[in-house]
């Protein structure tokens, strides 16, 4: 199912797939009423930053990545919600302070890491608990549905209208990211002839000994 859910970025509609149904579920009407933290957390190139940002322009949060967040003045966040993306990177006092803000009237923080902040390496006792406490939704790879949306949006930046049966040949074929997506149509553009299956294949044989688009 394609949902064209709300955002500036030019990567076109958010694709609402059984990879990352719970956390769009979760953020449908958060923080509304319960505000407190939350965490989206997956693997690399599975959208949960996308799926930050999105929340962040709906509900006016302050964006932040985890190695800046020391350099915050708190006063400019208390009562505010806040997207910490790459959460992790974040000092352990920054972040036990930021946790405490988000309990404020009006504040909220929505943390984005690839491990559950329960799984983080953390020295101070005190956020060890409070990242136990965190509700943590995740974000799988990408499934076809959504993977096929991720090279659809490649392609059309790039102007290429392959022929049908060229993304149901890659979904079979690539990694399940992000990453190999804007890497397969980068090596497709490159080729500057019509993307057939038999150019697809060549494409992927061309990147086969780095195996970055492999699964």
């Not at 599975?46 to 967040?69: D, F, N, P, T, Y």
């Not at 020295?123 to 409070?130: K, T």
Request: with cysteine; net charge negative; proline share 7%.
């Amino acid at each position: 199912m394609r949902l064209p859910l709300q955002s500036d970025q030019p990567e076109g509609p958010f694709v609402v797939s059984d990879c990352n149904r719970a956390a769009v579920e979760a953020l449908a009407d958060w923080p509304n009423l319960i505000g407190g933290v939350m965490a989206i957390c997956g693997p690399a190139g599975s959208g949960k930053s996308r799926l930050g940002q999105m929340w962040a322009e709906r509900v006016g949060a302050i964006a932040i990545h985890g190695g800046e967040a020391a350099l915050i003045d708190p006063m400019e966040i208390e009562g505010r919600p806040v997207l910490l993306d790459r959460a992790m990177d974040a000092d352990d006092e920054t972040l036990f302070h930021l946790i405490n803000l988000a309990q404020a009237p009006g504040g909220a923080m929505l943390m984005i890491s690839r491990p559950a902040p329960s799984a983080w390496a953390v020295e101070l006792p005190d956020l060890r608990s409070r990242l136990d406490a965190v509700i943590s939704v995740p974000v799988e790879a990408p499934d076809d549905a959504v993977l096929a949306a991720m090279l659809e949006a490649r392609f059309a930046e790039r102007g290429i209208r392959p022929a049908k049966d060229v993304i149901p040949y890659l979904l079979r074929r690539i990694d399940r990211s992000a990453a190999a997506a804007e890497a397969v149509a980068e090596r497709l553009d490159a080729l500057h002839r019509p993307v057939t299956r038999a150019l697809a294949r060549e494409a992927l044989e061309g990147e086969d000994e780095s195996g970055q688009l492999f699964e």
